[in-house]
């Protein structure tokens, strides 16, 4: 079955626009979890959604935001982009939570 | 401080050494997980626990609720399982932690 689909792969965006990210969990799962890596600040969590609610949220700003729709594929936005947003964002989708995670391979987010 | 804390944060070893990676947490669980990650960002998730003892291959994961700590130990290392292993908590709400990470470089 297919995995978890993240698009796009790579993005360069300027300071001050914003982005939105999405990501295709595996079919049937319905936890959608995103996550943010940087080198200074390894892998935080930023938020999981389940059945288009959010359940949890990370310590970001309010630039930061999500959503979920009913077919479970999740996307995440970010306004007013900082230079300190470029990083690896990653999805990932489980049954539901507490369940094994499968994670896409990313987008790369460059922030110039 | 951060909630996981993991040890070693690089570790070199020769082909076919037995390897121990180690994580310590400081937050309730109901899950430790123990992902591995490639250059290039994929992630692949290689357990997850809550009590006791897993084995998939030449990987064990082992986790001990009392003193909050999970090792991963690779048997016969090899130069493909040179990675990034990162150790992962789940609290009871559903809020992730994360360690550092383990940078594994095995040596042929």
């Known amino acids: 079955k297919a995995g978890v689909t993240q698009t796009p792969r790579y993005l360069i965006k300027t300071r001050g626009q914003q982005v939105t990210l999405s990501c295709s969990p595996i079919s049937g799962h319905r936890s959608v979890s995103w996550y943010q890596q940087t080198p200074g600040q390894g892998l935080q969590f930023l938020f999981e959604?389940?059945?288009?609610?959010?359940?949890n949220k990370g310590n970001f700003p309010g630039r930061f935001s999500g959503r979920q729709f009913s077919n479970s594929r999740s996307e995440m936005n970010v306004s007013t982009l900082e230079l300190g947003d470029s990083a690896l964002y990653l999805c990932a989708s489980s049954f539901t939570a507490n369940t094994e995670a499968f994670f896409g391979q990313g987008t790369r987010l460059t922030v110039v | 401080k951060n909630e996981v804390e993991q040890s070693p944060q690089n570790l070199t070893a020769q082909e076919g050494e037995f390897i121990t990676i180690n994580c310590s947490y400081s937050?309730?669980?109901?899950?430790l997980h123990w992902l591995q990650q490639h250059p290039g960002g994929g992630i692949v998730s290689l357990f997850m626990?809550?009590?006791g003892k897993k084995k998939h291959g030449r990987l064990i994961a082992t986790i001990n609720i009392q003193e909050k700590h999970s090792s991963l130990h690779i048997t016969a290392s090899h130069p493909r399982d040179s990675a990034v292993y990162i150790c992962a908590v789940t609290n009871t709400g559903n809020q992730f932690y994360f360690g550092t990470g383990t940078s594994l470089t095995v040596i042929p």
């Open positions: 937050v309730g669980i109901s899950a």
């Open positions: 959604y389940f059945s288009e609610t959010q359940r």
């Open positions: 626990l809550s009590s």
